[in-house]
């Protein structure tokens, strides 16, 4: 599976768009962009995922360059339960549900 | 959406015993379920891939005499930690594949303390 970078940390103001940036400049064709998030001493949380195009969901948006080699995960209106620790993962949308996790990026939101 | 649960939430125990965690899917069936070890300020690290009605597969640098996986039913996978010592104290945690969306559904954790 394709490897990510992710900035190991960033702050978001209540209520504003949260920007989560990933790169993953050695993505394949067939692999897919997973996002999860887990908050603190909790089991991590699907939040969405994508293959070219962008795709948005009732948590967050993903936009994916056309060259698919980085994404940005966005949160429409960041809440104080929102602060957690994001993991951008690309892998290959096969039956092997397999999933490898970085560091992510620790996201705080602050009121 | 789809459940995992996980029982117990926490445990704490002596070195030299074996502890037992449950891993559930409430309202699905699995056949794989997935266990995940973490350590405090550390990322997720796969353990195994537990399989219904088949031996565990274990990752490398995983001891599979010591983390016994049975997956005996489709909605329940545990993770026995044999002769715990205090340096297997983690969180534990397991998941499973959504029905129909390429996703996994992530149990809430096991936090296991060997003293």
């Known amino acids: 599976d394709a490897k990510t970078t992710q900035p190991p940390s960033m702050d978001c103001a209540e209520g504003r768009a949260a920007n989560l940036p990933c790169n993953h400049s050695?993505?394949?064709?067939?692999?897919?962009v997973y996002w999860y998030r887990q908050i603190h001493s909790q089991g991590p949380q699907y939040i969405i995922h994508g293959l070219k195009n962008n795709e948005t969901n009732e948590m967050a948006s993903l936009i994916i360059t056309e060259d698919r080699k980085s994404s940005t995960l966005i949160l429409p209106h960041a809440t104080l339960r929102d602060t957690a620790v994001y993991y951008c993962i690309v892998r290959v949308g096969t039956n092997d549900y397999k999933l490898s996790f970085g560091a992510g990026t620790t996201v705080t939101v602050r009121a | 959406g789809a459940v995992v649960s996980q029982h117990p939430s926490w445990v704490i125990c002596k070195s030299g015993t074996s502890v037992k965690i449950e891993c559930r899917s409430l309202d699905f069936q699995a056949t794989t379920m997935f266990w995940y070890r973490q350590f405090p300020k550390q990322s997720l690290m796969l353990m195994a891939t537990?399989?219904?009605?088949?031996?565990?597969?274990?990752e490398q640098g995983v001891e599979k005499d010591k983390f016994l996986i049975n997956h005996a039913s489709l909605t329940l996978s545990t993770l026995t930690v044999t002769s715990a010592h205090p340096e297997d104290s983690s969180f534990y945690i397991c998941s499973a594949p959504g029905r129909v969306t390429d996703t996994q559904y992530f149990g809430p954790g096991t936090r296991l303390t060997v003293l």
């Open positions: 537990s399989n219904e009605g088949s031996k565990a597969t274990y």
């Open positions: 050695t993505i394949s064709g067939n692999e897919y």
